[in-house]
């Protein structure tokens, strides 16, 4: 009798883990952690591509050292020496008044750009040459105006280059009467610019000012080093209150990036390249712009008022702010395969999700069932399709080489169907769905503006076409009584 009774219980229990082996509403749970189980090898994945990609950061800051790095440009502005008394028992202060040119125009538009190989990695250089012109007027009276006790005859004219290595050739000047002055590496108070530290202040935000040095030792005002300056005498014109234009020629090499900020109370710039795909960032963006195969032509008009600085004033307030606005092109090809290889994986869950809930489909349809290790090696193919992404990515580009990823995992993951659900026809059934799989992915690649939409509205079909598909399935695996 006990023998009987234990039997019974056997066979209850043996038909309690049959029926929850059947469950297709425990097999879908389980699918759901396999599918956060997954995310384990992409986030290897991502901590590889981040770690090639600043790998490539560092060949491309290398690379750019060597040629001038990103250039940063601001035209002639006129810088006279001022001294405030002591007084009050505060020491005396020297420093540097400004004042900016009525108006500046910088023309570069000959701006020849060539992309340097190092290792698998590419960075765009270029040479360019052009000129910075700026027109003075009421010089005597607006510095008279200021009320400081100005040293008129060490005034100068400065123009900053942001890294001097770059300069192909002898900065000049062409005065108002046909004499060329030649510039020379800028001393404030004794000192050259480059042997004065920069000081920054990090805000909230990221975000970082120039904090104007003082000489060590002194009350001295230092002059902001946002750039190297060069400076040119030229006392005697001040002094005779004569309204004066001044052309600077410069032949310069660097490497990403161009920058201009606006030195003149009303401030043109023209710039031309043979790079056809340009980025325009910066404070202010382009009155006009020309982009073609042949490259670009762009054109900015920045009034007083829109820069946001005064025309004239103290060194080391009026510079900084000066340093807030910028016109700025960018060199560097906006294709970049890390940062879309790392989009990619953003949505690794969601498309591997994706795919398991295909093959559940099917198992649920067809009546064959999938074991868990089946799908983690579907998973980790998926996984793999990504470090392939990363891998050609590298070489070819991003479009290229998704399509070579996607194609061998499609190829893989389909014809496993085909072998797990026994024909030929599941083969081509899933190469379909996880071809659409792919395809989606590589749409919201393409269109980064559109991609959380999209996302959203496919993840939502396919639940609603999970839902319509199972709405017969016996989630208990057997048929209630």
Not at 110 to 127: A, F, G, M, R, W
Not at 168 to 182: A, I, Y
Not at 253 to 260: I, N, Y
Request: aromatic share 12%; net charge neutral; proline share 5%.
């Amino acid at each position: 009798m006990g023998m009987t009774q234990e039997i019974e219980q056997n066979q209850r229990q043996d038909n309690v883990l049959a029926r929850f082996r059947g469950s297709a509403g425990l097999k879908l749970i389980l699918i759901c952690f396999l599918v956060l189980l997954m995310g384990i090898p992409a986030m290897f994945i991502g901590a590889i591509s981040y770690e090639r990609s600043s790998y490539a950061d560092q060949v491309f800051r290398e690379v750019s050292e060597r040629y001038g790095g990103e250039q940063t440009l601001v035209g002639p502005i006129l810088s006279v020496p001022y001294q405030i008394p002591s007084r009050n028992n505060q020491p005396a202060e020297t420093g540097h008044y400004i004042l900016f040119p009525d108006q500046g125009r910088v023309d570069f538009t000959s701006i020849d750009v060539e992309t340097k190989q190092q290792s698998l990695y590419k960075v765009p250089v270029y040479n360019a040459s052009g000129t910075m012109e700026a027109e003075f007027s009421n010089v005597l009276s607006r510095l008279t105006a200021s009320g400081l006790d100005l040293d008129l005859t060490r005034a100068k004219l400065l123009v900053s280059v942001s890294d001097v290595r770059g300069l192909k050739s002898d900065v000049s000047m062409m005065g108002p009467d046909g004499q060329r002055l030649n510039f020379e590496p800028a001393q404030f108070n004794g000192v050259t610019t480059p042997a004065i530290p920069p000081v920054t202040e990090t805000a909230l935000n990221g975000s970082i000012r120039v904090i104007s040095p003082a000489v060590p030792g002194s009350n001295y005002r230092g002059m902001p080093r946002f750039g190297n300056w060069l400076s040119a005498d030229i006392g005697e014109w001040v002094e005779t209150d004569v309204p004066f234009e001044v052309s600077t020629d410069l032949s310069l090499s660097g490497a990403q990036s161009l920058s201009v900020l606006p030195f003149a109370k009303s401030t043109r710039v023209d710039m031309a390249s043979n790079w056809a795909d340009p980025g325009f960032q910066g404070e202010f963006t382009p009155l006009s712009r020309d982009i073609g195969e042949s490259g670009f032509s762009a054109n900015w008009t920045l009034p007083y008022l829109s820069r946001g600085v005064a025309g004239e004033g103290r060194a080391h307030i009026i510079l900084n702010r000066l340093a807030q606005n910028q016109v700025r092109v960018k060199f560097v090809n906006t294709d970049n395969p890390y940062q879309t290889v790392n989009r990619a994986l953003k949505y690794s869950i969601l498309f591997i999700g994706m795919v398991f809930l295909a093959y559940f489909l099917f198992e649920v349809i067809v009546g064959v069932r999938v074991h868990p290790a089946q799908y983690i090696l579907i998973g980790l193919a998926q996984a793999i399709f990504y470090l392939l992404l990363l891998a050609f990515s590298e070489r070819l580009g991003f479009s290229p080489a998704f399509a070579i990823a996607s194609t061998l995992t499609v190829m893989i993951t389909s014809g496993y169907a085909g072998a797990v659900f026994g024909g030929r026809d599941y083969i081509w059934k899933a190469g379909a769905v996880f071809a659409t799989v792919y395809g989606l992915l590589f749409v919201l690649m393409k269109i980064e503006d559109f991609a959380l939409m999209i996302g959203a509205l496919a993840s939502f079909i396919a639940i609603a076409a999970t839902m319509y598909l199972t709405r017969n399935t016996d989630w208990y695996g057997a048929q209630r009584q």
